[in-house]
C-alpha cells in the first residue's frame, strides 16, 4: 500500500515578522506538516534559525496525535554536527529530525553542542540516537549523493537504525527559490521500486509545474516553500499537490 500524500510547506518562505500565525495558518489550509529548514552556515553556506524559534511556533501548532499525522514539525537539519542538536529540538517540540546522510558520516559523536568528541558518529547511529529520544527520524541526500549509499541502511535488520523518511533534495540545500532538479528523480523512483511503503520526500523547486513529475516517481512528501507561501490562494496550490500525488497512485 502506497503511503499517504503529505504536503509540508517550507516555513523559510513564510513570513519571520509573524511567523506563529504563519504556521497556524497554513496549517488550516490543509497543509499535512510543516518543513523548517535549519541552516548552519557550515553544512551549508546560509543560515536560517534553530531551536529556539521552533520552540516558539511550537504552540501554534496542535502536536500531532500519531506519527506522521497532520501538525508534524519536520525538522530539515542542514548543519554540519547533527547528532549535537538533536535532545535540543526534541525539547523544542520537533517530531521528526531529518538529518544529511553526508554530516552523518563526516560529523562526530558529541550529544550536545558544548561536548566535543573524538569518536565519530554513522548514519545508522544517527537514526537509533533520534528514535531513541523519541522522534521519527529522516535522512536526506544532496544531489551530488548516490542514492544507493542508502540501500544497506534501508535493509539493516535492526528496526531501530532504518529511518522513517528518505529525503530527496532536487536543489542543492541551502537557499530557496531554486529550480527543480529533474535529474534527481530516478533517485525517487528507485526508492519507491524497492520500498512500497517508504515515506520519501522531495524538496527544492516543486509547485504545480513540477510536482507531477515527483509524483509520478514515487514521492508522496511534497515540500513547497514559495508555491505555497507566494500564492494568492494557498489552500488551492496545497489541494493541486496533494491532488497530484492521490493521482500518481491510482
Known amino acids: 500500500m502506497a503511503p499517504q500524500a503529505i504536503i509540508a510547506p517550507s516555513i523559510l518562505s513564510a513570513d519571520f515578522a509573524a ?32 531551536a529556539p524559534v521552533v520552540t516558539k511556533i511550537r504552540p501554534h501548532v496542535q502536536r500531532p496525535l500519531r506519527p506522521y499525522a497532520k501538525g508534524t514539525f519536520d525538522c530539515h537539519m542542514m548543519i554540519a554536527e547533527p547528532k549535537k542538536w538533536v535532545k535540543d529540538f526534541q525539547k523544542a517540540g520537533c517530531d521528526l529530525y531529518c538529518f544529511h546522510y553526508e554530516a552523518a558520516i563526516a560529523s562526530t559523536a558529541a550529544e550536545n553542542p558544548a ?10 547511529e ?29 535493509d539493516g535488520p535492526n528496526k531501530s537504525e532504518i529511518p522513517d523518511m528518505v529525503l530527496v533534495m532536487t536543489v542543492h540545500p541551502g537557499f530557496g527559490g531554486q529550480k527543480f532538479m529533474a535529474s534527481e528523480l530516478p533517485k525517487v523512483r528507485a526508492l519507491r521500486d524497492k520500498y512500497p511503503e517508504l515515506n520519501i520526500e522531495v524538496d527544492g523547486g516543486l509547485s504545480e509545474s513540477t510536482v507531477d513529475q515527483a509524483a509520478k516517481a514515487g514521492a508522496n512528501v511534497i515540500v513547497a516553500g514559495s508555491a505555497v507561501f507566494g500564492a494568492k490562494d494557498p489552500a488551492d496550490v496545497i489541494t493541486k499537490l496533494k491532488e497530484a500525488v492521490d493521482r500518481a497512485k491510482l
Not at 115 to 124: A, F, G
Open 126 to 154: 544517527m537514526i537509533r540516537y533520534v528514535h531513541d529520544n523519541g522522534m521519527l527520524a529522516g535522512i536526506a541526500i544532496k544531489p551530488e549523493t548516490p542514492v544507493d549509499v542508502l540501500w544497506e541502511i534501508l
Open 115 to 124: 561536548e566535543h568528541s573524538d569518536l565519530k558518529t554513522t548514519p545508522k
Open 19 to 50: 511567523l506563529g500565525a504563519a504556521c497556524s495558518e497554513t496549517i488550516g489550509q490543509g497543509a499535512s506538516w510543516l518543513h523548517i529548514d535549519i541552516m548552519d552556515g557550515h553544512f551549508v553556506p546560509n543560515i536560517t534559525f534553530g
